[in-house]
């Protein structure tokens, strides 16, 4: 693929198609990731920086192609690096959209977990029947888009198993989750399926503390931080893109790590 300054809108298109047929060969990927960055696709767009409205269209366009690149990339057979206790970080950083004394106060007696959408069997789950489920741990890295990473341990439900029991649709694109601090966010159904994707119900060894997201945090090594919600109260399996939080101001959906 011959690399020239595009000077249109139908140009910055066509390259962005273009370089999709490329990544499809996987000898070709690693080229693509190294020169189809946000800032080399507006230089080989010919964007006008000066003028909002363009520039505002190729940062989503170039959003965009990201994801579709990630989840190209994105291998559900393999696992993320776990790590000994040993090297646990302590203490584990708080980070919220709020400061820690705004961390939301669930009452275990009567919190219930929704689950709704695309689901044919029980929609809704008290705290305890989550932990008579299966239990496994992991310790694995936290990495925040902030540029700050921490190695945490995690013990919980494995997502995958609490969508069969739920009788979720695996087959749709998308699972939604809405938390009791008004974040929300979603991921792709392979990830939701993943092995180290877990619905995280302790903290090394202890029911999670509220400040890392008491009732349940949503833990996932294969993404970036903001995609791991915590306080969950309600899921949602679903075909319709649902966005979040973060991702409606400009965030990747994807979020790969």
């Not at 230089?43 to 520039?55: A, E, F, H, R, Y």
């Not at 009567?110 to 310790?139: C, F, N």
Request: glycine content about 8%; overall charge positive; aromatic content about 10%.
């Amino acid at each position: 693929m011959s690399l020239k300054l595009f000077k249109t809108r139908s140009d910055a298109e066509l390259i962005i198609k273009d370089a999709a047929k490329e990544l499809k060969a996987p000898a070709r990927r690693l080229f693509g990731k190294r020169i189809l960055s946000l800032g080399g696709l507006a230089m080989l767009s010919g964007c006008n920086i000066t003028d909002d409205k363009s520039v505002n269209a190729m940062l989503r366009r170039v959003s965009s192609f990201n994801d579709d690149v990630q989840a190209l990339l994105f291998d559900p057979n393999q696992l993320a690096p776990t790590y000994p206790d040993s090297m646990i970080t302590r203490p584990f950083p708080f980070n919220a959209f709020y400061d820690i004394d705004e961390v939301p106060e669930v009452d275990p007696s009567t919190y219930k977990l929704a689950i709704g959408g695309l689901v044919k069997g029980k929609r809704v789950w008290t705290l305890d029947e989550l932990h008579a489920m299966p239990q496994e741990s992991q310790v694995t890295r936290h990495i925040c888009i902030e540029g700050w990473s921490a190695i945490g341990k995690w013990g919980g439900v494995r997502f995958a198993n609490f969508l069969a029991r739920s009788g979720a649709d695996t087959s749709a694109k998308y699972v939604a989750f809405h938390c009791a601090d008004n974040y929300s966010t979603s991921i792709d159904m392979p990830t939701a399926l993943h092995a180290q994707t877990l619905l995280t119900l302790t903290y090394d060894g202890q029911i999670l503390p509220p400040k890392y997201g008491f009732p349940m945090k949503l833990r996932m090594p294969t993404k970036l931080g903001y995609k791991n919600p915590k306080h969950i109260v309600a899921i949602t399996v679903t075909n319709d893109y649902p966005g979040g939080y973060w991702e409606n101001q400009g965030y990747n959906w994807f979020g790969g790590s």
